[in-house]
């Protein structure tokens, strides 16, 4: 005799593609909302002002407290005053900019960092056209 009865059906699988849909958009939206900027070179601990104006630069130069000077990846007078030059020449282009073209430079010194290298620095930083500095504080 035959068996003409249906052979037994398996329940279907759950779909997981809504729960990847979910992923995506949480991944999305981290990226949105998230803040990449590249650790400091060397930790500073800025001086104390009774300003509270906000310092804003595309290029920010450090200063510890032992007078060690720092931006982005290199490390020491030499290296960094040349990898500042480059870096200007980068956002001014080839033409190079003049005046209020040069973007300003942020300088997050430590507090502890001795005021006579900050005034050393300075004319340094003008030898480069780089003529608004402005100094990164803490508010009292």
């Known amino acids: 005799m035959m068996n003409f009865a249906d052979p037994p059906r398996k329940a ?3 779909s997981i593609v809504p729960m990847i849909n979910v992923v995506f958009l949480l991944l999305i939206f981290f990226l949105m909302t998230a803040e990449i900027a590249p650790p400091e070179p060397i930790p500073v601990e800025p001086p104390q ?3 509270e104006d906000q310092a804003e630069a595309t290029l920010t130069l450090y200063l ?3 007078a060690t000077l720092a931006f982005r990846d290199a490390e020491g007078e030499d290296a960094v005053m040349a990898a500042l030059e480059l870096a200007r020449i980068e956002l001014c282009g080839d033409g190079g900019c003049a005046g209020a ?5 942020v300088l997050r010194a430590d507090g502890q960092a001795p005021a006579l ?3 050393k620095l300075l004319p340094r930083l ?3 056209g780089f003529t608004d500095v402005q100094l990164v504080t803490v508010p009292k």
């Open 101 to 105: 073209d040069v973007p300003p430079l």
């Open 117 to 119: 290298e900050i005034a």
């Open 49 to 51: 002002a009774s300003s």
């Open 126 to 128: 003008a030898g480069l």
């Open 12 to 14: 279907p699988m759950e």
């Open 64 to 66: 510890s407290p032992e």
